[in-house]
């Protein structure tokens, strides 16, 4: 069974909406393009990484849109490595409707997204989720996902749509990996899916040595 890997970039109050560009998804959203100004040398690494043995791409319909208009232009150029990468894996889109896919590689999923990804991951070993953010949601509430790869930057903007929205299921992750920063204070995390339910605790608890007069 093949690994669903969601990529996504945030903001230190979880916004990830349009990191990329002010048109990426604007919709009031007077941020967009916010990453730009924070992306160094290291996090660049970091990303293009990340990627490396991505053998299909699973995107929302909008995020789509912006790779289809981008990414089959820019073969040759500064982001060759990643261009000829997206244009040659499969696209699995979630979309509601079932308009033209000009991607080369494109395919709509079914109106059951459970199922269409449970079909990814048997023909495939590891799948990128970009962006994307109400797929993202989807697949967070279904536990329909191996691993998250989170880029927190330090900037905080107070509004636009969240990595973590409030319907988003309770779960446990676990760190795979020692966190790293670079240069202009990005913090790279990764998380895997871990199993059970969230725990309580009591921080007062008398082995814990809290809540005590000394």
Known sequence: MGLIHIEMFATLDLVGQ?????????????????????????????IAAAYEGTDALLLGRRTYDIFAAYWPRQEGGEDDGIATLFNAVPKYVASRGESELSWAGSTHLGADLADAVREIRERHEHVKVVGSLDLVQTL?????????????????????????????????????APPEASPKGTVYLRYGLAGGSPATGDMSAPDRGLGREH
């Open 18 to 46: 349009a990191p990329g560009g002010p048109d990426e998804d604007p919709g009031g959203f007077p941020y967009g393009g916010w990453q730009a100004p924070l992306l160094d040398e290291v996090a660049g690494a970091q």
């Open 140 to 176: 967070l509430r279904e536990r329909l996902f191996d691993r998250l790869d989170l880029w927190l930057h330090p900037v905080v903007l107070g509004v636009g749509k969240k990595v973590f929205d409030d319907g988003a299921a309770p779960a446990n992750v676990t760190l795979l």
